[in-house]
């Protein structure tokens, strides 16, 4: 079935045909002629052949997407808010997913590029990431989402993470709180620089004097990290009242630390995260981290990169940077004495 035996049985030309069976350039003509071209389309069992639609204008109208974790609650939202910009305009997205490696990243990267993509949405990017270069050569657009990289000619769409770890910070010192301590995100990624760098920032603002013992460097985002992370700074002579996670899977790892070292949260010690996954608040005492909009960075990364693809000339943003909202619950409370505090983690009654 071709556009062709849909044009013979519609009386219209081959060319309106086409034109109202592609979301793009059906708005020239009738909402009556579109539906019943759409009808005898449906009808007459008609398929568009992708193959060959991609040999006439070199465009597969497939999107990569990359993401790090594909059980990371944090990224079947972004993935949503692309296909609800992407669906309509006929696109389709082919999601790889890399496991958090760079290794595996730059292969899964290698495979978009020989599935011919028009573009790639990369989630799992690292700062200086070197796969990028390639991607560049072969003329792919590329536009990264939740991370960005060292280059800032690569369009991207953050958040703000300094909005979100000031506002942390701020509500564990009006509980009280001064013994603070963070658990950091990776150094190579983005968002674990920016929100140490945010951290310090946020502590000097306030006139904290923060031992560089009391910021804990993980190895990726995950339990176990934020598990070790929080063992090691619980463990310290001078243990902190107070653990500002760079996201909600290290704070959930803190979580187990507390438990197993007898502790309690938020009695013992308070902990905040970042991102806000929908199950948090189902998780006693429910975590008080930083809301992130995930489908709105989805939907935003999806038009900066058609507009690469349509209009690279006309760019007036190449870093979005998204607001966030602080999600206040019950893992922070005021802090015990210092005394107390030590006395119950080293047992004493």
Known sequence: MTLKDIARETGYHVSTVSRALDPRTRATLSDQVVAQIKEAAKRMGYRPNRLAAGLRTKRTKTVGVVIPDISNPLFPPIVRGIEKVLEPLGYVSIIVNTDGRRCREQEMVRVLLEHGVDGIIHAAVERDDPILDEVSRAGVPLVTVNRALEDSSVPGVVNDDADGISKMMAHLISHGHTDIAHIAGPEQLSTGVTRLAAFR????????????????????????????????????????????????????????????????????????????????????????????????????????????????????????????????RGSVAAPKSKALHIEKRAGVP
């Open 201 to 328: 920032a946020a502590a000097l603002e306030h006139r904290l004097d923060v031992p560089e013992y009391h910021i804990a460097q993980s190895t990726a985002l995950n339990e176990e990290n934020g598990r070790r992370c929080a063992q090691a700074l619980l463990s310290l002579a001078s243990p902190p009242t107070a653990i500002i996670a760079a996201n909600d899977r290290l704070a959930l790892g803190a979580f187990e630390a507390i438990r197993q070292m007898g502790l309690s949260c938020p009695e013992d010690v308070s902990v905040t995260g970042f991102n806000d996954y929908w199950f948090l608040k189902l998780i006693p005492p429910g975590l008080t981290t930083v809301r992130v909009d995930k489908q709105a960075a989805g939907r935003r990364s999806a038009e900066l990169l058609m507009q690469l693809l349509t209009d690279p000339d006309n760019m007036t943003e190449t870093l979005i940077v998204l607001p966030v909202e602080p999600v206040f």
